[in-house]
């Protein structure tokens, strides 16, 4: 994981196969700011065999590298915030993740944390959006689906256009036919990847 971060950060979060923390936290032993620890054996079996279904809104390079936005932190009015805000979230979330029983708790924490990393984008000096309006669609269509069938699937966002759709395995079904019945006509030339955790290379992040 120290060796994977001097080629970023999501890479030294990744070097484990079911979950992982990055960055000092409070009450977990271990925990470093250098490089990230593995998680998975600390969470419910429930978590353990998420997917991800990544949907590719846009395959252009990213108009504002992530080091030029980390740069932009420096000055934003409401880092401080912003850090208090992540900080207590990831304790949460380490509880929450320990039993099925609080997944609404776990969807409201992804799906927040990562509007809030765009809207910091919208808010600093000189302000940039790499969402685009299929983003905005394909969340919207997340939440009135959600809303409709009681499926706990959610919706993160990586530092770009593109939108990962988070949920258990038991729901592959039902979230793989929506998806080519609504959500593709967002994506571009129609592509997704869809993703589990494993060793693969998808993960969850904390």
């Not at 969807?107 to 927040?112: F, G, K, Q």
């Amino acid at each position: 994981s120290l060796f994977a971060r001097l080629g970023s950060g999501s890479a030294c979060r990744s070097v484990f196969p079911i979950a992982s923390i990055w960055g000092k936290t409070e009450n977990v032993e271990g925990s470093n700011d250098e490089y990230a620890i593995p998680w998975g054996e600390q969470i419910a079996p429930f978590y353990q065999d998420y997917c991800d279904t990544i949907l590719i809104v846009s395959k252009g390079e990213k108009s504002v590298s992530s080091s030029a936005g980390h740069e932009l932190m420096h000055s934003l009015a409401y880092a401080e915030t912003r850090y208090a805000e992540a900080k207590k979230n990831i304790s949460t979330l380490i509880n929450v993740m320990r039993s099925e029983d609080r997944v609404e708790e776990f969807i409201s924490i992804c799906e927040s944390e990562a509007l809030q990393l765009h809207a910091l984008m919208m808010s600093g000096e000189n302000p940039y959006m790499l969402i685009e309006p299929n983003s905005v669609s394909i969340i919207k269509e997340v939440w009135r689906f959600r809303s409709e069938t009681n499926i706990p699937v959610c919706f993160t966002l990586d530092a770009g256009p593109n939108v990962h759709l988070l949920y258990p395995a038991s729901f592959s079904e039902p979230i793989q036919d929506w998806v080519d019945r609504t959500l593709i006509r967002y994506c571009a030339d129609g592509m997704y990847i869809p993703d589990r955790t494993g060793n693969g290379p998808m993960m969850i992040n904390l």
